[in-house]
T-cell receptor, first 109, second 113 residues
Framework: GQNIDQPTEMTATEGAIVQINCTYQ??????LFWYQQHAGEAPTFLSY??LDGLEEKGRFSSFLSRSKGYSYLLLKELQMKDSASYLC??????????WGAGTKLIIKP | NAGVTQTPKFRVLKTGQSMTLLCAQD?????MYWYRQDPGMGLRLIHY???????AKGEVPDGYNVSRLKKQNFLLGLESAAPSQTSVYFC????????????FGEGSRLTVL
């Protein structure tokens, strides 16, 4: 079957760095997406990885290891507005996204 | 630029009533999707469309029907609502290219009593 595993909740301090891990098992693989979702709002796109390695985009970076079925999202210089849920979503062989339940990130001053 | 627009944003139904959710996108996207999101669970795909006039079942299609008569619109229908269909529904679209990012509507919160 297809399965996504990411922590339910994480807490971090403003200005710090946090890493949100995601492990996955899918039928085939066509890349992995990370989305951000603030409470009561729609998900918004953060990153897409299809090759192994680290992709950096400003304060956010995303890493992929296809052989390990593993990805992480790294958030630097945390701001209060980063309090949100972060959704890991690998794409299977049918080009459908398989969504994790999300990691709720709480930022404390 | 409106992007993806869903109507209505909120709706309360009684068991057995019917309703239609409308999704409209102005980005000329081929692919459109209907998801539901429930607490503690990931987004689950209900139905999707890869172009005007086409629809396909997703992971949880039972109790829902869809139509894509015009490229810009994707309708989700509930013929006989059940309390298990209480959820937040999101429509999304993707441009040509199956690995492109999804653009989501604001969501429609449906409660079935």
């Amino acid at each position: 079957g297809q399965n996504i595993d990411q922590p339910t909740e994480m807490t971090a301090t403003e200005g710090a760095i946090v890493q949100i891990n995601c492990t996955y098992q899918t039928s085939g693989f066509n890349g992995l997406f990370w989305y951000q979702q603030h409470a009561g709002e729609a998900p918004t796109f953060l990153s897409y990885n299809v090759l192994d390695g680290l992709e950096e985009k400003g304060r956010f970076s995303s890493f992929l290891s296809r052989s390990k079925g593993y990805s992480y999202l790294l958030l630097k210089e945390l701001q209060m507005k980063d309090s949100a849920s972060y959704l890991c979503a690998p794409m299977d062989s049918n080009y459908q996204l398989i969504w994790g339940a999300g990691t709720k990130l709480i930022i404390k001053p | 630029n409106a992007g993806v627009t869903q109507t209505p944003k909120f709706r309360v139904l009684k068991t057995g009533q019917s309703m239609t959710l409308l999704c409209a996108q102005d980005m000329n996207h081929e692919y459109m999707y209907w998801y539901r999101q429930d607490p503690g669970m990931g987004l689950r795909l209900i139905h999707y469309s890869v172009g005007e006039g086409t629809t396909a079942k997703g992971e949880v299609p039972d109790g829902y029907n869809v139509s894509r008569l015009k490229k810009q619109n994707f309708l989700l229908g509930l013929e006989s609502a059940a309390p298990s269909q209480t959820s937040v529904y999101f429509c999304a679209s993707r441009g040509q290219g199956v690995t492109g990012e999804l653009f989501f509507g604001e969501g429609s919160r449906l409660t079935v009593l």
